[in-house]
């Protein structure tokens, strides 16, 4: 098992369950840095998108405990909820690096990652069997294109400002009910203080602790700019924090920005 620390953590001490963490290292690639479904299996039916019939493979990636539901459009070679990367990019922007995580890697500069890409509902993970989340947490990222379009703006999104945020919702089920939510941002421009203004170029620690015990996370994407690339990149599911960390904030919240501040 990896060491996790990721800079500037928000924790809470707490006891901890022992709980396997996925960290999608299992995962292999018939070709390239990235899987959108072109090579996975799965039920194929004709859907009418955009006045045109094509033809939608609904696939299943699976990683230790954890599934996650992938959606490929055959004939344009595109996807939507979920598909894992290794790619490693950080310079090219735009559409055509929607694989990169800002990084250039997984979380603790491990090799693979999961990316989410939200066209308009929640998206899920489901496990085998229900896990206590206790004291545990995961790794989420920026991807490059979302980052590129919140900071710089691109041909759809206009470029952040003042009032604006990038956030993700998770929520917890249990045998159907909810066991509660908790909010990250990404990016966070709603202080009048421009000085406050950030969106995240790291790899953040997201406590899970609130959660309890859950068989299904569900993540909902929430922003000011609709046209901003709807992406987040996530690894290291049911993660501890590492110990010195504990140590580090002598078993009190601190709470920290984490990601580039933008200068007047």
Not at 91 to 102: D, I, L, R
Not at 109 to 137: D, K, Q, W
Not at 234 to 255: C, H, K, M, Q, R
Request: proline share 2%.
């Amino acid at each position: 098992m990896k060491n996790i620390l990721y800079p500037l953590l928000a924790i809470c001490a707490t006891s901890v369950s022992a709980l396997p963490y996925v960290d999608f290292e299992d995962l292999l690639f018939t070709a390239g840095n990235y899987e959108n479904g072109s090579n996975l299996s799965g039920t194929e039916s004709t859907q009418n998108l955009y006045d045109s019939d094509v033809t939608v493979r609904e696939s299943a990636i699976t990683s230790g405990s954890a599934s996650f539901s992938n959606e490929h459009i055959v004939e344009w070679g595109s996807w939507t909820k979920w598909a894992y990367s290794k790619d490693t990019d950080t310079t090219t922007t735009g559409y055509v690096n929607q694989y990169s995580a800002m990084t250039g890697a997984g979380a603790e500069g491990s090799s693979n990652y999961t990316l989410g890409y939200f066209t308009g509902e929640a998206l899920n993970v489901t496990f085998s069997a229900a896990l206590n989340f206790s004291g545990l947490g995961m790794g989420i990222a920026n991807t490059v294109y979302a980052y590129d379009s919140i900071l710089n703006g691109d041909g759809f999104a206009a470029a952040f400002t003042t009032g604006d945020y990038f956030r993700v919702v998770v929520e917890g089920f249990n045998s159907g009910g909810s066991t509660g939510s908790v909010v990250h941002y990404l990016a966070d421009y709603t202080s009048a203080d421009t000085d406050d203004h950030y969106v995240s170029a790291a790899w953040n620690f997201l406590d899970l602790n609130d959660l309890g015990v859950v068989d299904k996370l569900q993540f909902t994407l929430e922003t000011t700019n609709v046209n901003t690339p709807s992406y987040i990149a996530i690894d290291n599911i049911g993660v501890v924090p590492e110990p010195s960390a504990y140590a580090l904030l002598a078993g009190l919240f601190t709470l920290a920005a984490v990601g580039i501040r933008r200068r007047r």
